[in-house]
C-alpha cells in the first residue's frame, strides 16, 4: 500500500492549527494507521495508532481521525517543540509501510 | 522504561554482509513483535522485518531473501543481517518495538538509530 501525506512542507506560526493529510492507494484495514513525529537526528516518536488512539504520553494537541484511504493528523495549538516532520504508516497490510513525510516548519 | 541500543560497523563492503545487535534496557524481550526499520537518505522509511518472543519471524518481501533475523533470551538482544549488501543499502537502522504483543501493531519504542554506510 503507497501512502502519500499532504502538503510536503507547512508553514505556520507558533499557535496556529495544523492539519496534516495521509492517502492511501488501497483501503488500510481495521484503520491500522499510525502517525510518528521525528526531529533531526531523532528517531520517530509513535503519536497516534489505530487512526485515533493516543499513545501513552502524547498531549490530547494531537489527534487522529479517517478510515479507509483518508486519514488527517491535527495538532490544534502549534507550539515551538512541534515543528518536526510527520510520518503516517499503515501496518494492516503486509509489509507495513510509510508516506514520504510532511515537514511543519516555523513561518 | 525499556530501551533499545542498536550497536554495529558503521561501514559495510558491498557484498559483505550487514549485521547489527539491538539491546534491550529496562525490560525484557518478552512478548513483543521485535522490528528492524531503515532509513535511507531521501527516502521514505522502510520496514525490514520483525521477531516475535517465541522466535517466529517475517520480513519485507523487497528484502527476504538476504534478510535474517534472529533473538538472543539469554543476552537480551535481538540482530539483524542483511546478505549481498549493495550502496543502496545505506541507511539509518532503527530498532523498535511493538506497542503491544498483538499483530499487527504500531511501533512504540525506537533504538536512536545507527548509521550504515555501504562502501569500498
Known amino acids: 500500500i503507497v501512502l502519500t501525506q499532504s502538503p510536503g512542507t507547512l508553514s505556520l506560526s507558533p499557535g496556529e492549527r495544523a492539519t496534516l493529510s495521509c492517502r492511501a492507494s488501497q483501503s488500510v484495514t481495521s484503520s491500522y494507521l499510525a502517525w510518528y513525529q521525528q526531529k533531526p537526528g531523532q528517531a520517530p516518536r509513535l503519536l497516534i495508532y489505530g487512526a485515533s488512539s493516543r499513545a501513552i504520553g502524547i498531549p490530547d494537541k494531537f489527534s487522529g481521525s479517517g478510515s479507509g484511504t483518508d486519514f488527517t493528523l491535527t495538532i490544534s495549538w502549534l507550539e515551538p517543540e512541534d515543528f518536526a516532520v510527520y510520518y503516517c504508516?499503515?501496518?494492516?497490510?503486509?509489509?507495513?509501510?510509510f508516506g514520504q513525510g510532511t515537514k511543519v516548519e516555523i513561518k | 522504561q525499556v530501551q533499545l541500543q542498536e550497536s554495529g560497523p558503521g561501514l559495510v563492503r558491498p557484498s559483505e554482509t550487514l549485521s547489527l545487535t539491538c539491546g534491550v534496557s529496562?525490560?525484557?524481550?518478552?512478548?513483543?513483535?521485535w522490528s528492524w526499520i531503515r532509513q535511507s537518505p531521501g527516502k521514505r522509511l522502510e520496514w525490514i522485518g520483525h521477531i516475535y518472543y517465541s522466535g517466529s519471524t517475517n520480513s519485507n518481501p523487497s528484502l527476504k531473501s538476504r534478510v535474517t533475523i534472529s533473538l538472543d533470551t539469554s543476552k537480551n538482544q535481538f540482530s539483524l543481517k542483511l546478505g549481498s549488501v549493495t550502496a543502496a543499502d545505506t541507511a539509518v537502522y532503527y530498532c523498535a518495538r511493538s506497542y503491544s504483543g498483538s499483530y499487527p501493531d504500531a511501533f512504540e519504542i525506537w533504538g536512536q538509530g545507527t548509521m550504515v554506510t555501504v562502501s569500498s
Open positions: 504508516q499503515q501496518y494492516g497490510s503486509s509489509p507495513g509501510t
Open positions: 529496562g525490560g525484557y524481550i518478552s512478548a513483543y513483535y
